[in-house]
């Protein structure tokens, strides 16, 4: 490990977030562009001066360039895109680091991402810290890389390996881009000294072109069937398989031919309406969870009890002991208990079983984990989280006894779905510590969170309540008090218009069609099918005494649970099963049929077109309303509402920035 004094030396500025300074005769240079070191028009010029001034400066005979802070580079900066372009471009500025005739040596502090990577690949040689990540995710945002990433990734690394991650877009950690040659050292405690070692040894001394390397040998049968399995699972989404393209043209062409179509390509995928759609959701979810004005500290939780040992209230117990916290599950008798820890163990042995999760880990998270049937057991609990049976007398009660049990200052959060928070907030002795902590089952799985805002909820509640939705790696956004809050109220009202336009002719395939071809996973009545009828079903009888005779009411949905048919679990739904395969039932096309004649309906032939335009517009004049009323605080909040937690297409944005373009 070296030992260079750099404190005599003057620091450099090459531009307002570019600096560099001079140890034991390497240039080491700093970018240190918060909060990620993106690569703005700033930070390229910057770099353009540093490379003239080693190039000029006789007694610096190397460069080591690495970030301030815990990013290396985050990519480019994504928010230059859809502006003119400001010279140098970022494709400049990589030739000119690998055009160096001194070597350049990349000081990986932390993640290198999209551009970030292809500044580091352009470099001659390049150290990591452990904790880096190296990854090109540019296809996240429905774009390739477009900087040399396709071109020099392949030459670096073997294609396969190449191939999978840029066409993934997921990172690897340094000791992987070790194994695969991405990188040539993993650094101790001192990168920047190891880094200047690796600078002055006499194999750096001829700087080593990415460019001008040959592609690693590999074998073409797994590279092909790796290449399928890409472009399955790309599913209509463009980027993936310009990636498939354009590394099979690293094979093919000469490097600067190559570079020329990997640009011409990043250009025209970046303007398009999928890229503009993937950028809103990027920007969104980290809007997302913000509250103008919420000035309050959080409170510092260490113990989070959880009422209700079922499917929802476990994914929460396993979300929670992931986060580090000691969790304390309750529920009604010891048998159920017991079960619930059997099944939160469960869940975490499939984590383990699939590699997401160490054995020890696992270990440590279950001892950190009490079951019981005792409501005082509940009482150093900081947050108490209910997910207990949908019944607003049965979560009542559960607060009221938690308010003899639980601190002054716990805070109470009931997870319901449509009960309103307020009421039950009302019951308890302090209603000004209730929220709502509304999350999407598999609740260890599914990021999104909804956090409910009710009347008399404090600031320092909504803050702490927040901040654990992001500590368990959750996505929360808020939102105010109102039937299904943003979910579930836009997810009505698009059941709703699904349910005219049946009436007015169109069938439940041809819907799903429509929505599965618009991008959505599964169509609405397939989604209806897998989940169950009985469910819905059950909470319409029970709000039939009190419905409007007057509004409209769809009644297929209880004809077919009157018929047994309660979705593929019974074999019969709005389709049937018959190989456990989905298939259009013709018993219930003519039970639409005469439903549509009883009404004096008048059918009509209704395209996939206008069935998508129908329901997409149902959504938004939903979002709109919710808008109004404030229970959402910004568009882009109900778009990652619908996109994490109903399926949404990402690459369409979200309803309303659909509705925007
Ligand atoms: N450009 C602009 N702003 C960015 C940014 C970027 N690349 N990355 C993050 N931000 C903002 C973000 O909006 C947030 O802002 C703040 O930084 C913290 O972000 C040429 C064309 C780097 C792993 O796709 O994955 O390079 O809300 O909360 O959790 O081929 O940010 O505070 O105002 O996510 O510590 C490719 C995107 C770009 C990486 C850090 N790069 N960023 O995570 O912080 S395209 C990416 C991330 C490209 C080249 C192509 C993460 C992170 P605000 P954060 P974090």
New binding site residues.
């Given amino acids: 490990m070296a030992e260079h004094q750099a404190d005599s030396e003057p620091r450099t500025d090459f531009s307002s977030t570019v600096s560099g300074q001079m140890q034991n005769r390497v240039l080491v240079v700093t970018i240190d562009n918060p909060?990620?070191n993106?690569i703005s028009a700033e930070v390229r010029s910057g770099l353009m001066a540093a490379l003239a001034h080693l190039a000029q400066t006789p007694d610096a005979t190397a460069m080591v360039l690495t970030g301030a802070g815990r990013?290396f580079i985050?990519?480019?900066?994504?928010?230059e895109f859809g502006k003119p372009p400001v010279d140098p471009i970022?494709p400049t500025v990589i030739a000119a680091l690998e055009a160096s005739d001194k070597p350049v040596i990349a000081a990986l502090n932390g993640?290198a991402?999209?551009?970030?990577l292809?500044v580091a690949m352009a470099c001659h040689r390049r150290i990591a810290v452990r904790t880096a990540s190296l990854g090109?995710?540019?296809v996240?945002?429905g774009?390739v890389?477009?900087?040399g990433?396709t071109q020099m990734l392949p030459r670096l690394v073997c294609a396969i390996p190449a191939l999978g991650m840029i066409a993934s877009g997921k990172p690897v950690p340094s000791a992987e881009a070790l194994t695969i040659g991405l990188v040539d050292d993993v650094s101790g405690s001192e990168l920047i000294g190891d880094a200047i070692d690796m600078a002055l040894c006499p194999n750096s001394i001829s700087p080593r072109r990415t460019s001008q390397l040959a592609l690693p040998a590999f074998d073409t049968a797994t590279y092909e069937t790796e290449v399928q399995k890409i472009l399955k699972k790309a599913r209509g989404e463009r980027a993936p398989a310009e990636v498939v393209r354009l590394v099979r043209l690293a094979m093919e062409v000469p490097f600067a031919e190559g570079l020329a179509e990997e640009r011409a390509t990043?250009l025209r995928l970046r303007d398009s309406e999928e890229a503009a759609a993937l950028r809103h959701v990027?920007?969104a979810e980290?809007?997302a969870g913000k509250v103008d004005g919420l000035e309050a500290t959080p409170l510092t939780l260490a113990t989070i009890g959880i009422a209700g040992t079922g499917l929802m209230g476990c994914g929460i117990a396993v979300a929670t002991l992931a986060a580090g916290y000691d969790v304390i599950a309750l529920d009604q008798t010891v048998e159920a208990a017991e079960k619930g820890r059997d099944r939160i163990a469960g869940l975490l042995a499939q984590s383990v079983k699939s590699g997401r999760l160490a054995q020890a880990d696992a270990d440590a998270q279950l001892s950190r984990l009490t079951v019981t049937a005792t409501i005082t057991d509940m009482a150093p609990a900081d947050l108490v989280i209910e997910a207990v049976f949908d019944d607003l007398d049965g979560k009542i009660d559960l607060f009221r006894r938690l308010d003899d049990v639980l601190r002054p200052d716990a805070i109470l959060a009931t997870n319901t779905s449509y009960l309103d928070p307020d009421t039950i907030a009302a019951a308890t002795a302090f209603p000004t510590r209730v929220v709502g902590l509304h999350f999407f089952s598999p609740a260890h799985i599914m990021r999104l969170v909804e956090v409910v805002r009710c009347a008399k909820s404090t600031d320092t509640a909504l803050a702490t309540a927040l901040a654990f939705a992001r500590k368990i790696r959750k996505l929360p956004v808020v939102t105010g008090v109102c039937e299904g809050f943003i979910g579930n109220r836009i997810f009505s009202a698009y059941r709703s218009e699904a349910e005219r336009l049946i009436e007015e002719g169109a069938l439940p395939q041809d819907i799903d069609r429509a929505m599965e071809d618009y991008g959505f996973p599964m169509g609405l009545f397939a989604v209806y099918d897998m989940a169950g009828l009985e469910i819905a079903w059950a909470r319409r009888k029970r709000q039939a005494a009190t419905r409007d005779p007057l509004a409209p009411y769809f009644e297929i949905p209880d004809r077919l649970c009157e018929a047994g048919r309660f979705g593929a679990k019974s074999g019969r739904g709005w389709y049937v099963y018959p190989d456990g395969k989905r298939s259009v039932d013709p018993d219930v096309t003519a039970m639409i049929e005469a439903y549509r004649l009883e009404k004096g309906l008048t059918a009509r032939l209704i395209d996939d077109a206008e069935i998508i335009q129908r329901l997409l517009a149902a959504m938004a004049r939903e979002g709109d309303a919710l808008l109004a009323e404030g229970i959402a605080a910004r568009p882009g909040d109900i778009d990652i509402v619908l996109v994490n937690g109903y399926g949404f297409p990402a690459r369409k944005g979200g309803p309303m920035f659909a509705a925007s373009r």
């Avoid at 991402?113 to 970030?116: A, C, E, M, N, V």
């Fill in positions: 909060p990620v993106a990013t985050g990519g480019a900066d994504i928010r970022l993640a991402l999209g551009g970030g292809e090109l995710p540019e996240k945002l774009i890389p477009g900087a990433g990043f990027f920007f980290r809007s």
